[in-house]
Structure formats: C-alpha cells, structure tokens
C-alpha cells in the first residue's frame, strides 16, 4: 500500500490543521493506521492510531484530547485533526500502516508502510 500525508503548513500557537493520509492500492478498511511525528533533534514518537476496524483509537499523553484520529474508508483516508496546536508540536508528520489485519501498535517498528511526512509549524 501507498501513502500520501498532506495538509501540513504554518499555523499559529492554539489553531488548528487537519492532516490527510491518501492510501492508494489497498484498501484502508484492513489496515491499522498510525501518525507519527519527529521535531528537529529528537526522535521520532508516536502521536495517535487507528485500528483497521476504525473501532480503536490511541494518543500519545501529549495530544490526548487536542487531536482526533478518524478513518473515512469510502475515500481511503485517514486523518488526524490537531486543534489548540502548541509550538512543541512542530514536527514533521508521517502516517503508516500495518501490515493486513495486523492489531494497533505504537510502536513504529511494527509499522510496515510509511507516507513521505508533511511538516507542520507552530509559530508561538
């Protein structure tokens, strides 16, 4: 399967972005999902996830109750809404899948597929 992030850009401390994951050759409806994100410096970290059933969600402490993740399976696209945004969240931002009917996972080296990162700027 192939991913495509978008939606990324520059955003004032407290807006608000919507990022998109287009999947193209399969599917999203058999694939857990999950956005992933590395600010300058530091590691990459888990943000949030989507089981392939769309009925599980997960979120890193740091954005629990600010993003939503969702999954819109008659357009393939899994999104991750950010809202009350803070400059720590400046990162570069990738979604991933899983391999077919694989559970959730934090864990990026579970992850099987990844888009190419879109980056999102949080001016204080």
């Known amino acids: 399967v192939q991913l495509q992030a978008s939606g990324g850009g520059l955003v004032q401390a407290g807006g608000s972005l919507r990022l998109s994951c287009a999947a193209s050759g399969r599917s999203f409806g058999t694939y857990s999902v999950g956005w992933f994100r590395q600010a300058p410096g530091k590691e990459r970290e888990f943000v949030a996830a989507v089981s392939w059933s769309g009925r599980g969600t997960y979120y890193a402490d740091s954005v629990k109750g600010r993003f939503t993740i969702s999954i819109d399976n008659a357009k393939n696209t899994v999104y991750l809404q950010m809202n009350s945004l803070k400059p720590e969240d400046t990162a570069v931002y990738y979604c991933?899948?899983?391999?077919?009917?694989?559970?959730?996972?934090?864990?990026?080296?579970?992850?099987?597929?990844w888009g190419q990162g879109t980056l999102v700027t949080v001016s204080s």
């Open positions: 991933a899948a899983r391999t077919r009917w694989a559970p959730v996972s934090q864990g990026e080296d579970d992850y099987a597929y």
